[in-house]
């Protein structure tokens, strides 16, 4: 008997012509349009043989077209994101590098000049682009200079007396001005005590040397006002115009005893300079005032330095280290 031979399914991606199509029997699958369909047996006992038709779909006629299109859509959404990130990039590095970089000059009451060596050692240490300058002096002389037309960015003076004369000036008329520490006077002996002096009474009949600042320096008005609310007249005193100089007369041994602050008793510790202390009872603690100048306030470097003075926890460690109490 002749059989005919038996054809293989029909696989194919364009047009493989077959008869016989029975739509009952379309079905879909993945995209593709696809037939199934039998042929008759015309008597033959061997089973009818299964053809499979794929229609080509009106994707499959243009793939390239297809293809070229969805690589330029991909190629157009890169090239519109990547200008923009480039853009906000290059902005923000630019926005960055401005924020971090400048000088800063700061004229401080002396008492300051211990903590404020390392308050500008760890700013210019997380601003490397950043250049502060610390000037120390007696807060008097500090304004004396600004009154002779210095124009430092930021002024940090020992009293209130002597900001207020500041604000008085062009460079500081109308600034704000905050508490950044206060401090507290103390008397201190040299080491060893070698003029026996044990309380500020002892001042009355002592023939060793006192330094104290001069009256018009915050550390010499606070000791001149002890010194006369006591009664007592020193016998053998040496006036200095910073409170870093009594500091000196004294941990050097060239004076017996001295008024200075409490941080400048903690930073002769911190040198080893065992010096004895005398607390005076009746002082108030004296607040620091800073201030930003005209200068200073158009100055996003100076405003920015300030802000981490006030509020940084680092800047409050180190200040507190030192023997000052930060503002609250």
């Known amino acids: 008997m002749f059989r005919r031979p038996v054809h293989s399914v029909c696989r194919v991606s364009y047009n493989c012509a077959t008869a016989d199509h029975h739509e009952e029997n379309n079905v879909y699958k993945l995209g593709k349009y696809t037939k199934r369909h039998t042929e008759p047996t015309?008597?033959?006992?061997?089973?009818?043989?299964?053809?499979?038709?794929?229609?080509e779909t009106n994707f499959m006629k243009t793939p390239l077209a297809a293809l070229s299109a969805l690589a330029a859509a991909t190629l157009a959404l890169t090239g519109c994101g990547a200008p923009q990130s480039s853009s906000s990039s290059s902005s923000s590095s630019a926005a960055s590098s401005q924020a971090a970089s400048g000088k800063v000059e700061v004229f401080a009451a002396a008492s300051l000049?211990?903590?404020g060596a390392d308050l500008e050692k760890a700013y210019e240490a997380a601003n490397?682009?950043?250049d502060v300058t610390f000037v120390y002096e007696g807060s008097a002389k500090l304004v004396n200079q600004i009154e002779q037309g210095a124009t430092p960015d930021l002024l940090i003076t020992a009293d209130t007396k002597n900001m207020d004369k500041a604000k008085k000036l062009d460079q500081?008329?109308?600034s704000e001005t905050n508490v950044l520490v206060t401090n507290k006077l103390v008397l201190v002996t040299a080491e060893g005590n070698p003029g026996k002096i044990n309380s500020l009474d002892d001042l009355k009949t002592t023939d060793g040397v006192v330094a104290v600042c001069k009256e018009d320096v915050p550390c010499g008005t606070i000791a001149h006002q002890e010194l006369k609310k006591h009664d007592i007249t020193l016998k053998n005193a040496t006036t200095e115009s910073k409170v870093t100089d009594v500091a000196t007369k004294v941990t050097t041994g060239n004076a017996d005893a001295g008024f200075i602050y409490t941080t400048d008793l903690a930073a002769a510790k911190k040198k080893g300079v065992n010096l004895g202390s005398v607390e005076l009872t009746d002082v108030e603690r004296n607040e620091y005032p800073a201030a930003l100048s005209k200068t200073g306030s158009s100055s996003e470097t100076a405003k920015k330095f300030n802000e981490w003075l006030k509020n940084s926890d680092e800047a409050k460690k180190i200040l507190t280290e030192y023997g000052f109490n930060t503002a609250q």
């Open 42 to 55: 015309h008597g033959r006992t061997s089973p009818p043989q299964e053809y499979e038709t794929i229609k």
């Open 113 to 115: 000049n211990n903590a």
């Open 172 to 174: 500081f008329s109308g």
């Open 128 to 130: 490397p682009g950043v």
